[in-house]
């Protein structure tokens, strides 16, 4: 009896033991959510609701909110019309365009095709090195005036190279091109990953059934590997009208590349209409989150296929 309180005694104390362990892990965590998260938010929040008078004074009011509505489309101020317009595109080509060809680059790296392991380093190698390394190495190949590769290579033919970061028609293209080729190697990975855990069988079984390649993708790889894609999908949207790219390292907001991401990171760094920025991002946070709870809705629509 005495040995089986002693081992009951023991079992209780590592039980403690391992208690006190998990709660001095999650401690840390949890005093840094609330000193950088909830802190800083609540005092966002509460700034985007103050006024400065000009005695420096501050008092509670919605001219904020409604100084969003009365110039965000137009004067030195305009968040609305550029910084929406490009933050759109952003997102847009990002879930209509690139996740759609990382998914077939997917499909064609998972087939083994000739070089698959060399396309599979070379497409995800931007994503390894530092991002200030890979824009200083586009912005010496792109440069314009003969500075750069293709510049030169073309002033020997007597063509004309433009000035992709210092043009309007052209400096947000090449942001989008940009970030784009730099994020690509994250986004195939993940549906290559996802697809490699499809059953050989039924893909062996649809071959034999003479299905062709794009209906494979349509009809077998993307329900099965739909959890992932909706995951990508539902991250993706709290940057709908958030989006940069890479707006900080070439342009600055310049030659009509301006987001609001950027616009609202411009105002904290100059420290200019920081009751204002508060007013934006918590506006524009309280028209994404509908529409993330609506396309995760939209999303649990669709029935799991198992593998």
């Known amino acids: 009896?005495?040995?089986?309180?002693?081992?009951?005694?023991?079992?209780?104390?590592?039980?403690?033991?391992?208690?006190?362990?998990?709660?001095?892990?999650?401690?840390?965590?949890?005093?840094?959510e609330a000193v950088f998260f909830f802190g800083v938010n609540i005092q966002g929040l509460i700034m985007a609701f103050q006024k400065e008078l000009p005695n420096g004074t501050t008092l509670f009011s919605f001219d904020n909110f409604i100084r969003i509505f009365t110039e965000g489309f137009e004067g030195s101020s305009a968040v609305?019309?550029?910084?929406?317009?490009?933050?759109?595109?952003f997102f847009g080509l990002s879930i209509f365009v690139m996740m759609p060809i990382s998914v077939i680059v997917a499909y064609f790296l998972n087939k083994k095709i000739f070089g698959y392991k060399f396309f599979r380093i070379v497409l995800y190698l931007p994503n390894i090195l530092p991002g200030i390394i890979i824009a200083t190495i586009f912005r010496y190949v792109t440069a314009p005036d003969g500075a750069g590769v293709i510049a030169s290579i073309?002033?020997?033919?007597?063509?004309?190279?433009?000035?992709?970061?210092?043009?309007?028609?052209?400096?947000?293209?090449?942001l989008l091109?940009?970030?784009?080729?730099?994020?690509?190697?994250?986004?195939?990975?993940?549906?290559?990953?996802?697809?490699?855990?499809?059953?050989?069988?039924?893909?062996?079984?649809?071959?034999?059934?003479?299905?062709?390649?794009?209906?494979?993708i349509v009809y077998i790889d993307i329900p099965l590997v739909w959890p992932t894609i909706a995951m990508t999908i539902l991250t993706t949207l709290p940057t709908l009208l958030m989006s940069s790219g890479a707006v900080l390292l070439f342009t600055r907001g310049e030659?009509?590349?301006?987001?609001?991401?950027?616009?609202?990171?411009?105002?904290?760094?100059?420290?200019?209409?920081?009751?204002?920025s508060a007013a934006v991002s918590l506006f524009f946070s309280f028209v994404t989150l509908p529409l993330m709870f609506i396309s995760k809705w939209l999303m649990d629509r669709v029935p799991d296929t198992q593998y």
């Open 1 to 32: 009896m005495g040995k089986t309180n002693l081992n009951k005694n023991v079992l209780d104390k590592n039980d403690k033991t391992r208690k006190l362990f998990v709660l001095s892990m999650f401690v840390p965590i949890i005093l840094i």
């Open 255 to 276: 030659y009509g590349t301006q987001t609001l991401a950027y616009w609202l990171f411009d105002q904290v760094r100059n420290r200019a209409n920081m009751n204002y």
């Open 80 to 89: 609305f019309s550029e910084g929406i317009r490009n933050s759109l595109l």
């Open 154 to 174: 073309c002033y020997k033919y007597g063509w004309n190279w433009p000035n992709l970061f210092g043009d309007s028609r052209y400096a947000i293209w090449s």
């Open 177 to 216: 091109f940009y970030s784009y080729w730099t994020g690509f190697g994250a986004g195939f990975l993940l549906y290559y990953t996802a697809m490699k855990r499809i059953s050989p069988e039924i893909i062996e079984s649809a071959e034999l059934d003479g299905v062709k390649w794009y209906q494979e």
